[in-house]
T-cell receptor, first 111, second 120 residues
């Protein structure tokens, strides 16, 4: 089992709709969870961070965490073409010495 | 305040040569991480260093790869006797705090632009 799993996509969503990205992780003791956005040929940039169960909203982005199910998701409301990118889920392991990344989900917003 | 700097941005090496990748963290950051990204794949953790110390190198291949972060100067990721499979983007990230701080507070790693290594 992979440590952090994501569907590779591509996920195609019409402009203005909600994009839903999902991630599961294997380390039950993990405490903190991150969503990074990476445009092609560029470095990752952090867009959301969450460590408590429930929802965390920041503008058009909402991160959702369910530690019992070992599941974290990212919702993007009112999707824009500029949201087209690869989204990487990352988990701070309970050993707290490293962050483990998933393989990423490619999101494509179609006009 | 300059961001994380990596050089070179592109590096071409023939099989068997050595590759040296450099990373200068953001000012005031003493925690450095190296990741490797193969095409169409996510980031693979390689090593976590603090000044003059390797904290976690569990993601680094046992042979040919080494990393250091000296008291003065940039962090260096060294790959000896490169092979074609080493071709990838290598990203460095830095943070002002250790990862343990991320258990209960915002924790962020700032990424450099990456070095794209091509082995011919």
């Amino acid at each position: 089992q992979k440590e952090v799993e994501q569907n590779s996509g591509p996920l195609s969503v019409p402009e203005g709709a909600i994009a839903s990205l999902n991630c599961t992780y294997s380390d039950r003791g993990s405490q903190s969870f991150f969503w990074y956005r990476q445009y092609s040929g560029k470095s990752p940039e952090l867009i959301m961070f969450i460590y408590s169960n429930g929802d965390k909203e920041d503008g058009r982005f909402t991160a959702q965490l369910n530690k019992a199910s070992q599941y974290v998701s990212l919702l993007i409301r009112d999707s824009q073409p500029s949201d087209s990118a690869t989204y990487l889920c990352a988990v701070l392991y309970s050993s707290a010495s490293k962050i483990i990344f998933g393989s990423g989900t490619r999101l494509s917003i179609r006009p | 305040n300059a961001g994380v700097m990596q050089n070179p941005r592109h590096l071409v090496r023939r099989r068997g040569q050595e590759a040296r990748l450099r990373c200068s963290p953001m000012k005031g950051h003493s925690h450095v991480y190296w990741y490797r990204q193969l095409p169409e794949e996510g980031l693979k953790f390689m090593v976590y260093l603090q000044k003059e110390n390797i904290i976690d190198e569990s993601g680094m291949p046992k042979e040919r790869f080494s990393a250091e972060f000296p008291k003065e100067g940039p962090s260096i990721l060294r790959i000896q006797q490169v092979v074609r499979g080493d071709s990838a983007a290598y990203f460095c990230a830095s943070s002002p705090l250790p990862p343990t701080s991320g258990v209960r507070m915002t924790y962020e790693q700032y990424f450099g632009p990456g070095t794209r290594l091509t082995v011919t």
